[in-house]
């Protein structure tokens, strides 16, 4: 397939870091609310350089063409492995024209598609380093992610096992399982039961899940900047 990607800065405003995986699920779940296909780069200073979260939505058409590279292109190009997907393309053209560089560090948080991007990217080396990944209901198993992991998966959802492997049990992996019964496939993949399954969590004493957490650089609590990006495939 061939593939293009590329991003468009639509708006800049105040925000503050969120404390816990709810705060960065909800964030996720903001993103789909946004009209045509947006992600949102939050921006901290650190030190000599800078703390980023990309929140990224999952598959939002089926489509093979169109503008939106959160369609099935980008789910096809990703699972193929060969090739960078429109997706990431486009999120990582956002994070290029934000020259996020040596000094600064990443945090992806996505739903869907936007964990598998994620995965695509924290798997590969890139010109800033990557803090770690979350990942709502992400098919990232395959993929060889020498960094933080957090993985949450609802019972009754097939996409975090698209990719035809398990997750591994690793010191830097922590894969929590909600045990809750759905009423359906659909609503066990939907962003809002991801959403109250970390709010779940956020009350947990679970040792794997503090590890993991405590490995992925935590935000400064102070104030910093959303930047909202607009994909597209050109």
Avoid: C
């Amino acid at each position: 397939l061939d593939t293009s990607g590329s991003s468009k800065l639509v708006e800049i405003d105040k925000t503050r870091s969120v404390p816990n995986l709810s705060g960065h699920a909800q964030q996720v779940a903001r993103a789909y609310a946004n009209p045509g296909s947006r992600i949102f780069v939050d921006v901290f200073k650190h030190g000599y350089g800078r703390k980023l979260v990309v929140y990224i939505p999952g598959t939002q058409s089926l489509d093979l063409w169109g503008k939106n590279p959160l369609n099935m292109r980008s789910n096809l190009t990703a699972f193929g492995g060969v090739q960078a997907s429109p997706t990431q393309l486009a999120v990582s053209d956002a994070l290029v024209q934000l020259k996020a560089g040596a000094s600064d560090s990443v945090l992806f948080v996505g739903h869907s598609q936007g964990a598998l991007v994620a995965a695509q990217l924290a798997a590969s080396a890139q010109p800033y380093q990557v803090a770690g990944l979350v990942s709502l209901g992400g098919p990232i198993a395959q993929f060889d992610l020498q960094v933080p992991v957090i993985a949450l998966q609802n019972q009754g959802d097939p996409v975090p096992h698209l990719g035809g492997q398990i997750n591994p049990m690793q010191e830097n992996w922590v894969t929590a399982s909600n045990e809750r019964d759905f009423a359906s496939v659909i609503d066990a993949h939907k962003v809002a039961s991801y959403v109250e399954f970390a709010k779940e969590l956020d009350g947990k004493t679970d040792l794997g899940l503090i590890r993991v957490q405590e490995q992925i650089s935590q935000m400064p609590n102070q104030p910093g900047l959303r930047y909202v990006f607009e994909l597209s495939r050109d």
